[in-house]
């Protein structure tokens, strides 16, 4: 899937680094519990960009354990 905003507009995400499709999966720590209200991005990812995020890190040997991916 390529991207349509951010910093790795028009990237592959086969070519994004591994933190930076940890946040897309995570919809940038949004909606969790003790990230300031001033560190949360005030957009929602799309859950195309939020499952081909998730994909990818699986596809690299990543797995979420919790709220982590390890």
Same mark, same amino acid.
């Given at each position: 899937?390529?991207?349509? %905003?951010?910093? !790795? &507009?028009?990237?592959?995400?086969?070519?994004? *680094?591994?933190s !930076?499709?940890?946040?897309?999966?995570?919809?940038?720590?949004?909606?969790?519990?003790?990230?300031?209200?001033?560190?949360? %991005? &005030?957009? &929602?990812v *799309?859950? /195309?960009?939020?499952?081909?995020?998730? /994909?990818?890190?699986r596809?690299?040997?990543?797995? &979420?354990?919790?709220?982590?991916?390890?």
């Open positions: 899937m390529i991207l349509r %905003f951010g910093k !790795y &507009k028009g990237q592959d995400t086969g070519n994004v *680094p591994d !930076y499709l940890m946040a897309l999966a995570d919809d940038f720590n949004r909606d969790k519990i003790g990230v300031m209200p001033d560190q949360r %991005f &005030k957009f &929602k *799309p859950i /195309e960009v939020r499952m081909a995020a998730r /994909e990818e890190l596809r690299r040997g990543y797995k &979420k354990q919790g709220s982590r991916w390890i």
